[in-house]
Every structure is written in C-alpha cells, then in structure tokens.
C-alpha cells in the first residue's frame, strides 16, 4: 500500500452506495480530487457520487486539492440537514 | 463555558438549562427544533437523523465558540440529537444566558442558523403513506462541492 485513506460515506450516498466505508489506496502527492476521481472511474454505483463532493478530512471540511496523507480520513458530506 | 454534545438519547432540555445562567445574566433563552407531522403539505411519521458523529461533536463546539465571541457570553449549550425520533421529539436543544435579551436572541439564532449550514447531520423523512426521503440539504461553504448527481 502506498497511500491507503479511509473513505467514509454517509446518508444519500451511504443507501445509493450500499456501503459506509471503504479503504482505498492511492498514490504520493495523491489530492482528494484524485480519490473522487479515482471512485468515479470504478463506474457503478460510486458514478453516483458529484465531480465536486463536499468532503471532510480528518474531521474538518476540504477543498478538492488538498493533498491526502497515509491513514487520512475522507468522508464523503452529502448537503446537510442538522436542526 | 460553552457546552455542545451530539448523543442518541432524549434531550432533557432542564438539564441543558441548568448549564447555562450566571448573576450577571437578565435573559436566559432556550430554543428547541421539534419533528413535526408534516413536510411540504405531505404527513409525516417520523424523522431518522444521521451524524457524522467524530465530526458534528467538534464541529457544533465551534459554532457555539464563535456564537459567544460574538456575543461575549459563554454561557451557551447545544445539544443535537440523532437516531429515531417521533413527532414531537426534541432533535436540538440550544439554551443561551447574557445579561439583556437582544445578544441571547441573536447568539440562540446564530448558533442554529449555523447548525443548519455545516453541522454534518442528514435527516430523513417516514410518511404516513410508508414512503421514506432524505430531506434535501445545503451544501456546506467552503467545500466547492455540488449535490448527488
């Protein structure tokens, strides 16, 4: 393993994805772009998942070219409906 | 100090009350988010709320963080609660003391619009008629992201 992060996924895209998480690993100098990219290309169901997620990494929110760290958390944040 | 948790059991909304209220405060005010039997004219059963559970508890710190650097009173609580509530039940509970009413209001308001903006908590909808629906969300700032496609 190179590059393994844990994706995680929750409410809409959990149920249309079928799963809560998932290891993937990915390459050195790897940006969470490359991951959306990466799953996307696994076509379906993860085609389901936007071109331009909202993401949290390690418990906080994202841009897409953050580069990704070996063991980082990478969860997938469909829009939100607290309160 | 601020106190915010995310937990699965009821809300005893006393024991949030009691966190908050000093000397110096003449206004404590506490707002609950209620489910209620109806979404857009269509009855509803129930609500299952889902939480990114790591992240909504440093998250909703935050947020009552930055309600009392505006208000300059600490005294504030929130909690959200997730899993399956019944009509009626309390999803939130966020009680505020300052020392006049206006800045209680506004912290109070502040702290749920915030909730509603980037708290990671997704709810969905049971209707009576046994269909079952995510509630369409909002997009948190600062992420550039789009909705499910």
Redesign the interface.
């Known amino acids: 393993m190179t590059l393994p992060v844990r994706t995680l996924f929750f409410a809409a895209y959990r149920d249309r994805l079928g799963i809560a998480e998932l290891e993937v690993d990915l390459w050195a100098g790897a940006t969470v772009a490359d991951l959306v990219a990466e799953l996307r290309g696994r076509g379906a169901p993860f085609d389901i998942l936007p071109e331009s997620p909202a993401v949290a990494v390690n418990h906080t929110y994202a841009f897409l070219d953050e580069e990704l760290a070996a063991g980082d958390e990478v969860a997938f944040i469909p829009p939100v409906a607290g309160g | 100090m601020v106190f915010a948790s995310v937990c699965t059991d009821l809300i005893d909304t006393n024991e949030v009350l009691t966190r908050v209220g000093s000397d110096q405060d003449g206004a404590t005010l506490l707002f609950l988010?209620v489910v209620r039997d109806h979404a857009d004219g269509r009855p509803v059963s129930g609500m299952r709320?889902?939480?990114?559970e790591?992240?909504?508890t440093?998250v909703l710190l935050g947020i009552a963080q930055e309600a009392a650097d505006r208000t300059g009173s600490d005294r504030i609580a929130v909690v959200?609660r997730f899993g399956e509530l019944s009509i009626g039940d309390v999803?939130?509970a966020i009680a505020v003391s300052t020392p006049h009413r206006a800045e209680a209001y506004d912290a109070s308001r502040y702290v749920?619009e915030e909730?509603?903006?980037?708290?990671?908590?997704?709810?969905?909808e049971h209707y009576t008629d046994g269909g079952s629906e995510?509630?369409?969300?909002?997009?948190?700032p600062?992420?550039?992201?789009?909705?499910?496609?």
């Open positions: 988010g709320y889902d939480a990114y790591e992240m909504a440093p959200h999803s939130v749920i909730i509603k903006k980037r708290l990671p908590v997704w709810k969905k995510w509630v369409a969300g909002t997009v948190p600062g992420t550039a992201s789009q909705g499910i496609s």
